[in-house]
């Protein structure tokens, strides 16, 4: 049987329309197979061909599209990167003026008694808010690796300082509202003459009694001025006083300014550090030309000289 197959044959026959010889080609079976298998392998080898080609083809598009897609991420990161490392400048700006309020409030503190207790958590706050953006500061700046690395530690610390930078000047705005509050300026022109505290009677030849204010001697109509921002709340004629006006400047503040010989501001209206509000006079029980000041506080008057500072 193995004989017979091997005998087996394929012939090709050509046939001419001429009187030429007819021509053929005996091929033996196993070679007809073996091109049929050749031309069918060949057939599927184009094909797979074909398929890796087009999906290499496809893959060539979209890893174009992630590259584009990857560029224009990494332009966003390094815009991200530029605008927070502005941030992280302002930052610095925050925290300079944190240093420069510190010096300020110290020296404030320093120089008035008074606001020391008002003084001292809030240069806690801003020393403690010091200290620590500057520790993160350091950790964000020496950080190693690539815009992505650093655009994420400038967020992270941002996420972190932001809040605590706008605590502290909450802080900030608010001890310099109570600051303002604090009558500092000088209500007039001229010398004090008589201090705050017990003092000899002026209409008598013997006797004490207790001087709730100052006396600052000037020149008969005078300006005086608003010691600082308020409400005017009294404009009138009281007693021993005479003409006299009452300023709340919140706080517990409230300041007086008697013997007047008129006024220029009307009860209700806001007034602003330095606005001219009356004019020296010697209304009332007065030995001569001058303005009666005093400084309340709680409800109670204290010495206007710890907080006189300047005209």
């Not at 993160?136 to 190693?144: D, E, G, K, Q, V």
Request: charged fraction near 20%; proline fraction near 4%; aromatic fraction near 8%.
């Amino acid at each position: 049987m193995a004989d017979n197959n091997k005998n087996r044959c394929f012939t090709i026959m050509i046939v001419p329309h001429s009187e030429e010889d007819t021509f053929s080609l005996k091929l033996p079976l196993y070679v007809v197979k073996l091109a049929a298998a050749v031309v069918v392998l060949f057939i599927i080898g184009f094909g797979l061909m074909g398929f890796a080609y087009l999906r290499a083809s496809s893959e060539a598009k979209e890893a174009q599209s992630l590259r584009e897609i990857n560029r224009a991420q990494q332009e966003e990161i390094d815009t991200l990167a530029v605008e927070t490392q502005k941030m992280m400048e302002q930052l610095d700006e925050v925290d300079a003026l944190v240093d420069k309020m510190t010096d300020k409030l110290e020296l404030e503190s320093d120089e008035n008694i008074d606001l020391q207790p008002q003084a001292m958590p809030v240069l806690d706050a801003l020393k403690g808010t010091e200290e620590n953006g500057h520790d993160r500061l350091y950790a964000s700046r020496s950080s190693a690796g690539g815009v992505l690395d650093r655009a994420a530690d400038n967020i992270a610390l941002l996420q972190d300082s932001v809040p605590e930078r706008t605590e502290t000047l909450d802080v900030i705005d608010q001890y310099i509202d109570r600051i303002d509050a604090i009558p500092s300026l000088w209500p007039a022109r001229g010398r004090i003459s008589s201090g705050f505290g017990t003092r000899r009677k002026p209409y008598a030849k013997s006797g004490y009694q207790f001087h709730t204010g100052i006396d600052i001697t000037g020149s008969y109509g005078s300006s005086i001025y608003a010691s600082a921002p308020g409400t005017v709340t009294f404009t009138g004629y009281r007693g021993s006083l005479g003409n006299l006006v009452i300023i709340d400047h919140g706080y517990g503040y409230e300041t007086y300014y008697a013997h007047l010989t008129d006024f220029v501001v009307t009860v209700g209206e806001q007034v602003e550090r330095g606005q001219i509000i009356a004019h020296m006079g010697s209304s009332g029980r007065t030995t001569g030309t001058h303005l009666h000041y005093e400084v309340h506080h709680s409800g109670s008057p204290v010495n206007p000289t710890n907080y006189l500072k300047q005209l």
